[in-house]
């Protein structure tokens, strides 16, 4: 089990650091296209739509926000109800968000090998389109991993068992 839970944190972990790459990489074209445009009347050719295929890479970091609880609860509900119905709700909750997860996957799949069949590129950069929609489908997959983990977690905690050490959302605030 550790092997597994080491292997998801592990993708998690990767994953996220390309979004922040990603986020970082929009930010820099974005300063330098404002600098080259005002100070060079020069401004970077493809600055928006490198931007927007930045973009994309955004989700990716949506693994390790499942992993790490950053998503949105009700907390003030869950936290009055016994903990055998707590888990058991959780993992029913943990069960759907990962087939709706996996048909999101499915779906931009099939979306990408479209693109890739019509050839369809972003209008100035001439860069095919399918390689991003694919990304988008990888930030899906690291999702389905972490809510796998986290529903091994609550499997655990509902039968009686130490859970996994994952962090809490209290860990997280400085």
Excluded at 6 to 20: C, D
Excluded at 50 to 59: A, E, K, S
Excluded at 86 to 100: A, G
């Amino acid at each position: 089990m550790r092997v597994i839970e080491k292997g998801i944190r592990y993708v998690t972990v990767f994953l996220s650091i390309f979004s922040i790459a990603s986020t970082g990489g929009m930010m820099v074209i974005s300063v330098l296209d404002v600098l080259m445009r005002n100070l060079f009347n020069r401004p970077i050719v493809g600055a928006t739509e490198l931007v927007q295929i930045l973009n994309v890479g955004i989700i990716l970091a949506l693994g390790m926000g499942c992993l790490t609880n950053q998503n949105i609860s009700v907390d003030f509900l869950m936290e009055k109800l016994p903990s055998v119905p707590r888990h058991l709700i959780q993992i029913s909750v943990n069960l759907i968000t990962i087939v709706v997860f996996g048909l999101v996957v499915w779906r931009t799949w099939i979306s990408a090998m479209d693109f890739m069949a019509k050839a369809y590129v972003f209008s100035l950069l001439k860069v095919p389109q399918w390689p991003f929609i694919l990304v988008l489908a990888l930030g899906f997959v690291g999702a389905i991993l972490a809510t796998v983990l986290l529903t091994i977690d609550e499997a655990r905690r509902l039968n009686g068992k130490e859970g996994l050490d994952l962090p809490e959302r209290e860990d997280l605030k400085p």
